[in-house]
């Protein structure tokens, strides 16, 4: 039986680069490590740890990175998304090898395929592993929720889903009805929120279990989510709200969301460099001193690691 | 001369139907009347002001309305634009004829096409009126800044542009860098979202929601006038507000309508038109919360 204790807070890493786009494990143990002391449910490499502009090699070299310094501390969600299924297979059972607790997949989109054929490919996937693997429903490439009920049925590692398909709120609210309503399934797809965990406490209401945001402010989300869980909802979203206008900065496409991360990590003490791998829209200085003016303002306190 | 004065909060208006989906005009002049009394310099009718679910007769009505109500105290700009190039002159000339004081077009898009095209189809309009356009440049119907400096120059009606493709922020900039001697002056959309960020790179206005115009006066006048870290301080507070409204066309309708029917400009009944998706109820209490946290209700 698969691991279907995972719940809460998973931040997904920024990848560090120096300023020749060189990965800096330095500064990658460091981000984990930070993860971890503010207790942290969780990590992923996935799209915004710009994995898909790793080279194979260097997907392997991050995902041991931080399997090693994690240390079994908390489960390595890593995402092996292809636009092939052979591709998609070899990347899962690598990342399985390496030590990762459980995958993350998006539907091929490159050529977009009808509902059968992506059905089939998470069923393939689900079946060359032995961990959970969490199906990615976004915009771009959907994973509607009739669709990830069929999807669950085929392999029992096919059990979790981040919904981020915009608008998500009724998204996840349909798929956690679907899902209910499908007894066979006994409840087995667990959903999780993700999309900058802008709409955090609206998709917990609705049936999600935990959120997948930048790793920028940890210490932020871990905090409003253990305010959730003792039941202060209403604190705990009071207090969100204040951080709703650096999570708007942080939703800016095409890159310059890397960018802004990286300018934050740096500025927390975390990287030393805030480099973005090209093709990225960068900041410009205006961007930057806007990013400083939000940063005063909530007042983050220094990380300890 | 064409009225290249423009500048500052355009909102676009909230529609306001009954259960049946009537226009209740008595609102509509309600929520125009709320506007111009907080001092905002004009106001649009749009794509969030559901106007491609109008009819032709009912387009007409509501830019009467809208003009009537505003009584010269706000500019009224008018969306006409239409996938074929003869009708989106025809309904530019009515809303001319109707008292518009300019109009907002985006380029067809049902069938994209080429740059000549799009140019052919702006030019068309902007020499069959006297009024100024805003061409409008969304995902899915852009107009990118280098196409946009060319139709400046193409016709002295095409002066304004509204910049809505994401991130729009680094698009402000790559625009204002090019404009040069054209003159094309640039608003900012999307709800606002960025409405700071795009005036420091050369906005001159934006056409947010119409829901609160109160705190885009302050705002933007604060900003204006050189108190730009109050101003975004100010502004920052309303991120969770404007996050719930952005999630999509059809919940924001039902948002819009929710937050003027709390705020006493439409009646309790007021909702839009179908097909737009409804928020669960869960929806309205979380966005009844933040309305508290905000102070909002009742004003």
Known sequence: MVDRTMKGIIPILATPFDEKGQIDFEDLEREVEWMINVGVN???????????????????????S???????????????GAMGTDVAIYY????????????????PSFIPMPGNEVIEFFSRVGASVTIPIFLQDQSTAQVPPGMAIEIARRHENLCY???????????MA????????????????????????????????RGSVGTMPGSVIPEVFVNVWEQWQDGDEEAAEAEFRRYGALIRTLKQPQGLDNWIYKEILMRRGIFKCAHARHPAVKPDRFQIYELEQMLDELELEEPEV | ???????????????PFDPDGNIVIEDLQREVDWIAGHGLSGVAIALGSEVYKLSDRERDLVLKTAVEAANGRLKVVMNTGHEGTRVSVDYAKSAEDLGANALMIKPPSFAQLPNADVTAYYVAIAEAIDIPIFMQDVTGASVPPPLAVQLAKAHENLCYIKVEVAPSVPRFADLVARTGATGLIP??????????????????????WSVIPDVYARVWDDFQSGNEIDAEIQYRRYAALNRTIAQGMGCAMWINDHILVR????????????????PDDQSFKELDAILEELDLIGK
Do not use: C
Not at chain 1, 45 to 62: C, G, H, N, Q, W
């Open chain 1, 66 to 80: 931080v399997v090693k310094q994690v240390d079994g501390r908390v489960p390595v969600v890593m995402n092996t």
């Open chain 1, 174 to 205: 349909e798929t956690a009805a679907l899902r209910d309503a499908a007894t066979d399934l006994a409840g087995d797809l667990i959903l999780f929120g993700g999309a900058g965990g802008t709409f955090m406490f609206e998709e917990l209401r």
């Open chain 2, 1 to 15: 001369m064409v009225d290249r004065s423009m500048r500052g909060i355009f909102p676009v208006l909230a529609m």
């Open chain 1, 42 to 64: 969780g990590v992923g490499i996935a799209v915004a740890s710009e994995i898909y502009k790793l080279t194979d090699p260097e997907r392997d070299e991050v995902l041991t």
């Open chain 1, 92 to 107: 899962s059972q690598r990342a399985e090898e390496l030590g990762a607790n459980a995958l993350m997949i998006r539907p």
């Open chain 2, 263 to 278: 705020r006493g400009v439409f009646q309790a009944t007021s909702q839009p038109r179908q097909p737009a998706p409804k």
């Open chain 1, 161 to 171: 889903i981040k919904v981020e398909t915009a608008p998500t709120v009724p998204r």
């Open chain 2, 187 to 208: 608003f900012g959309g999307s709800g606002g979202q960025f409405l700071l960020e795009e005036a420091r790179r050369g906005s001159q206005g934006s056409m947010p």
